[in-house]
């Protein structure tokens, strides 16, 4: 019966290790990914500004006048 309880406390003590180790995982996770989606809303905002300055400038891709008529 001693060694049923002993065994029984090793994998209990396993499990709160294994548990432990998974939570700060977790942990770190979220926090990584709460600073990504920082970091995509700052370049989305950047981009959303920049959409907005150009719509008042001539697009990067359409050709200019003067390569129009120099060809």
């Known amino acids: 019966m ?3 309880l002993d065994a029984s406390k090793k994998k209990l003590a396993e499990k709160q290790k294994d548990n ?5 995982a977790l942990k ?3 926090k990584e990914q ?6 995509v809303a700052e ?3 950047k981009l959303a500004e ?3 300055g150009d719509d008042s400038e ?3 891709d359409a050709p200019s ?3 129009a008529s120099a060809a």
């Open 50 to 52: 920049t959409d907005a």
């Open 28 to 30: 770190e996770s979220r």
């Open 43 to 45: 370049l989305e905002a």
């Open 20 to 24: 432990e180790s998974l939570q700060k």
């Open 58 to 60: 001539a697009p990067v």
């Open 34 to 39: 709460a600073a990504l989606e920082r970091k």
């Open 65 to 67: 006048q003067d390569r």
């Open 2 to 4: 001693k060694k049923n």
